[in-house]
């Protein structure tokens, strides 16, 4: 009898204990389970510390500090768009005071380049840019051409001196490799292509000239012989201004452009004779051409007037015209050139540093 007792109360005991655990488990579980489901970051919300789930429920403290916000992402302000290379080539409409030199210069390019691409507009004379003009702009340096009836590959390689795969490989020309053919009016990038320049200057006349053509020089061309000054040798600014407005020497353009306001006056570079004075042919306006006596002549372009006359001794620093726009010119500035013995010298190098 004693022993049924026992055992009634052991078995009492382990039901009772197995009950106690299992309320525990499932009061754990319950809390656990609103504690994950309170951290979870919720589409669209981010779980503040003073804001509550609803209107008639407060969230506990205990579970505030618990909580994980939802993950933001912050802004990138700086972003970095790599430079791509430019394939196709695009239209520039000329503006006041554009230069060839300066729009290479905006346009990474040679000044070449662009004068090669549009010759049927500027017929190589770079004094032909004018105002409201629409120039082709190559996409790398050489010739943006227009194919012609007989055109192939290889004879317009060696026409603009350049390699055939040059031009098949440029993918700008979109190309089948497998038949490199063009048609007759495709625009074709000749990469690294050049060509000879055909110079637009006016003609050296010395001051023992005789018999001068005004049909071919222009109107300011004096006929001589003349006597007078020589100069000394060295070269003074033409201008007041020392700055460059436009192009600067290179082989499409033999001469510097100085920057200046109209009306203002040109100097003689160095003492001579005028043996040009007045309006010339070649875009140049009104000239007026200096022989120094020396092989040296200097050429002082797109005046605006011209207070010297043809066979006028004139001394270094005199004002000889006066600084304009005249002629093709997309703004006012001295084409300044320096010929020595019926060559050209860049100015640069005769010129004091400004």
């Given at each position: ?24 488990l ?24 003073s ?17 994980v916000?939802?993950i ?23 503006a006041?005071?554009?230069?060839m ?24 004379n ?9 120039l ?10 227009q194919?012609?009836v ?26 089948d ?5 063009f048609e ?28 001068v ?16 000054l020589?100069g ?6 033409p ?30 570079s ?16 009104n ?21 010297s ?28 050139e320096v ?7 860049n ?8």
């Amino acid at each position: 009898m004693r022993r049924d007792l026992l055992l009634s109360w052991f078995l009492w005991v382990v039901a009772f204990i197995f009950l106690a655990g299992a309320g525990y488990l499932s009061w754990v579980k319950y809390f656990t389970d609103q504690e994950i489901t309170l951290s979870q970051p919720q589409p669209n919300k981010v779980l503040e510390q003073s804001q509550a789930v609803s209107a008639n429920y407060r969230i506990p403290d205990f579970v505030l500090e618990k909580a994980v916000p939802a993950i933001t992402r912050t802004a990138k302000l700086n972003t970095i768009i790599p430079e791509r290379e430019n394939t196709q080539a695009f239209t520039h409409l000329v503006a006041f005071n554009d230069s060839m030199f300066g729009l290479a210069d905006q346009f990474n390019l040679e000044p070449e380049s662009i004068l090669w691409s549009n010759y049927d507009s500027l017929q190589d004379n770079p004094h032909s840019l004018t105002p409201g003009m629409e120039l082709i702009i190559p996409p790398v340096d050489g010739i943006y051409y227009q194919w012609e009836v007989g055109d192939d590959v290889d004879s317009v390689a060696a026409k603009f001196k350049t390699e055939p795969e040059l031009i098949i490989n440029w993918i700008g020309n979109d190309i089948d490799l497998l038949n490199p053919v063009f048609e007759a009016g495709d625009m074709v990038m000749i990469p690294g292509g050049q060509r000879d320049l055909q110079q637009w200057i006016i003609p050296t006349i010395s001051r023992g000239a005789t018999g001068v053509s005004s049909g071919i020089y222009g109107e300011g061309a004096c006929s001589g012989p003349y006597e007078g000054l020589y100069g000394g040798g060295g070269f003074i600014w033409p201008t007041i201004g020392h700055t460059l407005s436009g192009n600067d020497y290179w082989s499409g353009h033999l001469a510097i452009d100085i920057g200046l306001v109209v009306g203002e006056p040109i100097f003689a570079s160095d003492s001579g004779v005028v043996v040009f004075a007045g309006w010339s042919n070649g875009g140049y306006g009104n000239v007026v051409v200096v022989d120094h006596g020396t092989g040296y002549q200097t050429l002082y372009a797109h005046l605006s007037g011209v207070t010297s006359g043809c066979g006028q001794s004139v001394v270094q620093g005199q004002t000889i015209g006066l600084g304009g726009n005249t002629g093709n010119s997309t703004g006012a500035h001295l084409h300044f050139e320096v010929r020595f013995q019926g060559g050209f010298v860049n100015p640069w190098f005769v010129l004091p540093p400004p």
